[in-house]
């Protein structure tokens, strides 16, 4: 069966002297999107104040040899029924919704990448009503190929995309700022050596940054960046012979957390560290 898939659960990390995670229960599971064949893709996901879900991706419907596809949201309450879903479709290129964020008025604002037979690549900021009806739209080019991996609502009422660019020979890590009408204000790209890229990124109190990610050699990259985004600090876990960080949380204290995986001959294995605003490691495991 084709369809977006969202799995709604509930993960309980205890940390003790032990620190051994709870089990997950998963609460409820449902798809969404057009009936018939096709290949479909949930790319990001938010959650209103009321507890609804919104989340965004990409359907795909074959035509032929040929398989289109275009970008897809769908607001669900928070026991996973549908209230509304939209298909945008856009005939001469393929497009995905890598982005959701709500606004302060009620409304949506999506960041969809257009793909292209050659490069530039395009993204778009698209700016919807409560019902995700889009009102107006800003498209960028860039000179290269992007990945949108995260798509921040920031507290000035601007927007920062994380992601990769994706040359012949390397890619780097992207960074956009944009503010409250989608018009660029700075962007940025960090290069360590050959294929790195940003999973996620989060503001922090400070209006600085901190993104968590990759580097060529699958070693796990934390960066700290100031409200420019110029580097203060990163570090790069080379303890394993395979790990990436996938997400990053500043805690009460402070002090910041992330998390992701290593690999080895056994599998997967989760990983988390602490941080501290100075870049020192306070605990790990």
């Keep these: 069966m084709r369809g977006i898939s969202v799995i709604c659960s509930v993960l309980v990390i205890g940390i003790s002297v032990f620190a051994q995670p709870l089990p997950m229960e998963v609460q409820w599971f449902n798809q969404y999107g057009p009936q018939g064949p096709g290949f479909d893709a949930g790319r990001a996901m938010t959650e209103t104040p009321e507890g609804d879900i919104v989340v965004g991706g990409t359907v795909g419907t074959p035509e032929g040899w040929l398989i289109t596809y275009n970008p897809y949201v769908v607001k669900t309450s928070a026991y996973g029924d549908s209230i509304w879903a939209l298909e945008y479709n856009y005939p001469n290129y393929s497009c995905d919704c890598n982005g959701v964020v709500m606004t302060g008025d009620g409304g949506y604002t999506f960041a969809f990448l257009h793909s292209v037979s050659s490069p530039p690549d395009m993204y778009s900021i698209e700016f919807a009503d409560s019902l995700g009806n889009i009102q107006y739209s800003i498209q960028h080019s860039v000179d290269s190929y992007i990945t949108i991996n995260d ?52 503001e922090l109190s400070d209006g600085g940054f901190l993104i968590a990610g990759y580097t060529i050699s699958l070693q796990g990259l934390a960066m700290k960046l100031d409200s420019y985004g110029e580097l203060i600090w990163q570090i790069e876990k080379s303890e394993y012979a395979s790990s990436q960080l996938f997400d990053v949380v500043e805690l009460a204290d402070g002090n910041y957390v992330f998390g992701g995986d290593w690999h080895d001959e056994a599998g997967e294995h989760p990983y988390l560290f602490s941080v501290n605003p100075q870049g020192d490691i306070i605990w790990e495991f």
């Design 151 to 202: 798509f921040i609502y920031t507290s000035d009422g601007g927007y920062v995309i994380f992601g990769a660019t994706d040359g012949i020979n390397d890619g780097d890590i992207y960074m956009i700022k944009l503010d409250s009408a989608g018009e660029i204000e700075w962007e940025n790209t960090f290069h360590n050596s050959g294929y790195d890229g940003a999973y996620a990124g989060i």
